[in-house]
Nanobody, 128 residues
Framework: QVQLVESGGGSSQAGDPLTLSCEVS????????VAWFRRAPGKEREAIGS????????YYADSMKGRVTIYQDESKTMVYLLIFGLKPEDTAMYYC?????????????????????WGQGTQVTVSS
C-alpha cells in the first residue's frame, strides 16, 4: 500500500519558481516509480515526468523538459516538483502518482494507467 499527499500549491505570480511536494508513505520507498501529472481547467490530465526512487533516475515529458525538475529526499521519503518560470498556463491541479516498480524511462511513464496509487492533488494558480 502506498499513500501520497501533495502540498505546496496556492497562488503564485508568473515568472516565479514553485516547488510542490509529494509525501510518500510506503513500505519500500526505494522501489517506486513516482510521477507528476497535472490537469488544467477544461483539459485532460497530462504527464510531467517521473523519478525512480531506487536510483533517482528521471524521465520528463518533452513539453516540460527544461522547465521542471523532479527530485527526491530519501531521508524524508518526499518527491518534489520544481517548476521554473511559472506561466498562467501552468494553472492546474497537480498530482503525484506511484507504482511499485522501476520506471520505464520512456513514454510508458507518462501514461496514467501505469500508476496504481494517486494523491488527491494540490491546486496551483498562476496570475500574470
Amino acid at each position: 500500500q502506498v499513500q501520497l499527499v501533495e502540498s505546496g500549491g496556492g497562488s503564485s505570480q508568473a515568472g516565479d519558481p514553485l516547488t510542490l511536494s509529494c509525501e510518500v508513505s510506503a513500505r519500500y520507498f526505494h522501489s517506486l516509480c513516482v510521477a507528476w501529472f497535472r490537469r488544467a481547467p477544461g483539459k485532460e490530465r497530462e504527464a510531467i515526468g517521473s523519478i525512480y526512487t531506487g536510483a533517482g533516475r528521471r524521465y520528463y515529458a518533452d513539453s516540460m523538459k527544461g522547465r521542471v525538475t523532479i527530485y527526491q529526499d530519501e531521508s524524508k521519503t518526499m518527491v518534489y516538483l520544481l517548476i521554473f518560470g511559472l506561466k498562467p498556463e501552468d494553472t492546474a491541479m497537480y498530482y503525484c502518482a506511484a507504482d511499485q516498480r522501476e520506471c520505464f524511462y520512456n513514454g510508458y511513464d507518462l501514461l496514467e494507467r501505469t500508476y496504481v496509487y494517486w494523491g488527491q492533488g494540490t491546486q496551483v494558480t498562476v496570475s500574470s
